[in-house]
């Protein structure tokens, strides 16, 4: 037997034994891991993007309350001025059936119309 025969018979004796079995074991859970974790990458991926979509989701919601309040809002403004409006205008048919204004009710009925914006500010 020269060298190479016995390194040859060494060899098989190693892969067909324990060493062997250790070998592909190790190889086989290597190659576990890698697929293992590109599953988890793939998860993390999804949940990213399931996330997102809710978000995004939430997001249109939150948009279409702001449109509601805002009309709301100014509902309420246009409101509140026609109540102002008519406020200006009943004080102003008593000071004309009476004849006369004070200096203070003046202000104030003037300042209630400035608010109602039917008038420029003094």
């Known amino acids: 037997m020269n060298f190479g025969e016995i390194l ?15 070998v592909i074991n190790g190889i086989n859970e290597r190659w576990k891991f890698k697929a293992n ?3 988890v990458k793939e998860d993390r991926a999804e949940a990213k993007a399931d ?12 948009q ?3 449109k ?6 100014t509902a309420q403004a246009e409101a509140l001025r026609l109540i102002l409006l008519d406020r200006v205008l009943y004080l102003g048919r008593g000071y004309i059936k009476a004849g006369e ?5 003046r202000r104030r009925v003037h300042a ?11």
Do not use: C, F
């Open 37 to 39: 974790r590109k599953a």
């Open 101 to 105: 204004i004070s200096y203070d009710d």
């Open 51 to 62: 996330k997102t979509d809710e978000l995004s989701k939430t997001l249109a919601d939150l």
């Open 64 to 66: 279409g309350q702001l």
């Open 112 to 122: 209630t119309a400035v608010s109602a914006g039917m008038a420029m500010p003094i």
């Open 8 to 22: 040859l018979s060494v060899l098989l004796a190693v892969a067909g034994g324990a060493a062997g079995a250790a």
């Open 68 to 73: 509601v309040l805002k009309t709301s809002d």
